[in-house]
């Protein structure tokens, strides 16, 4: 089966470039870039500020000017921009995967991924004990901002979206999806309640999307699941 694109791979082809070339460089300026892609700096700052919208890059400063105009801003990959970069790591974890299920067989793998969430569920479960839904759903929002500065909580009329940008695992999860059974499971052990992905990286999203399905509570004694299994995979 061939292995699915890297998100880098699906962007745009100058947003791709512009990411390639701050990974080489370090970090430039609009200026800088337009040089080196020969476009105009208006379309530069059109594709800089929609990598910036989506967390990829940021301002790292201002480079003073040898004229007498106003500093130039410098730009740089965010960790999360970084992270679309394949690691040395995300080849060793995904040789680690296939060969525990090819040795061990798909349950191990379930085995395995049953560990994670509860290790992560032991981590955080503590600070949310005897909270409400709405506060627990804050509250953990609160945690993943601190790992992820691009993670926000959406409310609609369906109730509350929580939106993660910078996967932690994005390489590997694109590879191998049954990776975000361990999120769907971990937050729907936390709060209570189902959860269900509703926008995907696998799918051309740029973000996960997970939907609180605050009117299904869970059942006390699950542990974990796929994603394509219940209570996951269903209306």
């Known amino acids: 089966m061939r292995p699915t694109a890297t998100l880098l791979e699906s962007l745009p082809e100058t947003q791709g470039e512009i990411l390639r070339y701050l990974k080489a460089q370090g970090s430039t300026t609009l200026a800088g870039l337009a040089d080196r892609l020969n476009l105009t700096r208006e379309a530069v700052r059109q594709h800089l500020a929609t990598l910036q919208e989506e967390g990829w890059i940021q301002r790292v400063g201002r480079l003073k000017s040898l004229s007498q105009g106003r500093p130039a801003a410098v730009f740089a990959l965010t960790p999360a921009g970084d992270h679309l970069f394949p690691k040395f790591y995300d080849s060793l974890s995904l040789e680690f995967l296939d060969t525990l299920a090819d040795n061990f067989g798909e349950e191990a793998v379930r085995t395995l991924l049953a560990a994670l969430t509860d290790k992560q569920v032991a981590r955080w479960e503590t600070k949310l004990r005897g909270l409400s839904l709405p506060e627990r759903i804050e509250a953990l929002t609160g945690i993943y901002f601190e790992q992820d500065p691009y993670t926000h909580v959406e409310q609609d009329e369906r109730g509350y979206l929580l939106v993660e940008r910078n996967c932690p695992y994005l390489n590997l999860a694109l590879q191998r999806p049954q990776?975000?059974?361990?999120?769907?499971?971990?937050?729907?052990?936390?709060?209570?309640?189902?959860?269900?992905?509703e926008a995907k990286f696998q799918e051309g999203d740029r973000h996960c999307a997970f939907r609180v399905l605050a009117d299904q509570p869970l059942e006390p004694d699950y542990r974990f699941s796929f994603e394509t299994e219940s209570p996951f995979h269903r209306d």
């Open 179 to 197: 990776l975000c059974s361990v999120t769907l499971a971990t937050l729907s052990r936390l709060l209570g309640v189902r959860v269900r992905r």
